[in-house]
């Protein structure tokens, strides 16, 4: 008799199983799917029934550098980070033999198809649509197996070189492009400010005249010996002398030099 209990008590130490709290367990009894077995101690019967435990915790799936061709014909390479967890535990062991595998290779398939549906401006500038559409597909492909796919980050998009240096050339010449936009702005702006202060001159007796004293006064800081300097008519004729002949500019402009050179 008390070996008869002896025998009761090992075998049901040994039909205890633990399942931790990030699992789910897979109960099986004459092997059908009985149900689903939460976290703590369950008794688990030898020979009649089996279990198969599955790690419902957030899994990160590293996709491989894949080659693919753009919608424009253009070769790259390319690689991505699946993030995806079990919904459905049941699912997860009765409808795929490998979830993990499956969904790299799903992935992988995936990727490769919707690269080839972007040009590769498209593919550069927009990666964060790519994502969201690549990570769509995965989790509708893998919803009958029990896994939600809760994103899809591209890590890496590589280009051939020559490809890196036609693309350098394009933006060397979209700079180039920017920069004489930018210049032909700026004489425009500095045309019109140049015609805005002629009139404002013209208008004035005396403006032309300061502003001729004004640049002599900052040509007397250099260094140089002979300073070639226009005098215009105006300025003479600020003096009062409303008939200026050519011997009178001519003096004038000698009378200039002399006093520079002292």
Excluded at 72 to 90: G, T
Excluded at 95 to 104: D, L, P, Q, S, T
Excluded at 123 to 136: A, Y
């Amino acid at each position: 008799m008390i070996t008869f209990i002896i025998i009761i008590v090992v075998i049901l130490l040994c039909s205890i199983r633990q399942i931790n709290e990030y699992e789910k367990g897979i109960l099986f009894t004459a092997g059908k799917f009985t149900k689903v077995l939460e976290s703590g101690w369950h008794i688990v019967i030898p020979i009649i029934q089996s279990f198969s435990k599955v790690d419902v915790r957030t899994s990160v799936y590293d996709v491989p550098e894949q080659e693919a061709i753009t919608k424009d014909n253009v070769s790259v390479k390319i690689n991505a980070v699946v993030y995806f967890h079990i919904s459905d535990a049941s699912l997860a062991v009765l409808k795929v033999e490998n979830y993990k595998y499956a969904v790299g290779q799903l992935a992988q398939t995936t990727m490769r198809n919707i690269v080839g549906s972007y040009t590769l401006d498209e593919l550069l500038s927009e990666r964060e649509k790519v994502s969201t559409e690549i990570c769509g597909i995965i989790d509708k492909e893998t919803d009958p197996w029990g896994i939600k796919v809760e994103n899809v980050e591209l890590k890496d998009i590589s280009l051939p070189e020559e490809m890196k240096r036609v693309i350098a050339k394009v933006a060397e010449a979209e700079r180039e492009k920017e920069a004489v936009i930018t210049k032909s702005v700026g004489e425009i702006e500095s045309a019109n400010n140049l015609a805005k202060a002629a009139e404002t001159m013209s208008a004035s007796p005396g403006a032309l005249h300061l502003r001729t004293l004004a640049t002599l006064n900052d040509l007397s800081s250099d260094q140089s010996n002979t300073i070639v300097f226009a005098v215009p008519i105006e300025v003479l004729q600020a003096f009062g002398n409303k008939n200026v002949t050519t011997d009178v500019v001519s003096k004038t402009i000698d009378t200039i030099n002399n006093n520079k050179i002292q």
